[in-house]
Nanobody, 127 residues
Framework: VQLQASGGGLVQPGGSLRLSCEAS????????IGWFRQAPGKEREGIAV??????TYYPPSVKGRFTVSRDGGHTVSLQMNTLEPEDTAIYYC???????????????????????WGQGTQVTVSS
């Protein structure tokens, strides 16, 4: 199982970025993909999840600004709009057991729900 996140960079406040997660070694039809971020000195935060049935969940911190999608093949994307300096972090994708969006709505997106992780990609929002 391998995951490769890419697409990070420097963007001005209010701008957009699209991150990609290339998955290999497992079938996306049977696994969920989660996106997390970790800012310096803070805990890793779950920000989006897409289940195998393509149901999605976002916490309030990013809902309405971020969109996770499966692009076909083995790629999952995270479209991030209206970025704020507080979004500056290293962003990671991960895979775990296939839970539905309703589960994450109740339990939150947690590191313990995911088994395999990709390397992170840095997102910096600054003028």
């Amino acid at each position: 199982v391998q995951l490769q996140a890419s697409g990070g960079g420097l963007v001005q406040p209010g701008g957009s970025l699209r991150l990609s997660c290339e998955a290999s070694g497992f079938d996306l039809d049977y696994h969920a993909i989660g996106w997390f971020r970790q800012a310096p000195g803070k805990e890793r935060e779950g920000i989006a999840v897409i289940a195998s049935d393509r149901s999605t969940y976002y916490p309030p911190s990013v809902k309405g600004r971020f969109t996770v999608s499966r692009d076909g093949g083995h790629t999952v994307s995270l479209q991030m709009n209206t970025l704020e300096p507080e979004d500056t972090a290293i962003y990671y994708c991960a895979t775990g057991i296939n839970l539905k969006a309703a589960y994450y709505r109740d339990a939150g997106i947690k590191v313990s729900q995911f088994t395999y992780w990709g390397q992170g990609t840095q997102v910096t929002v600054s003028s």
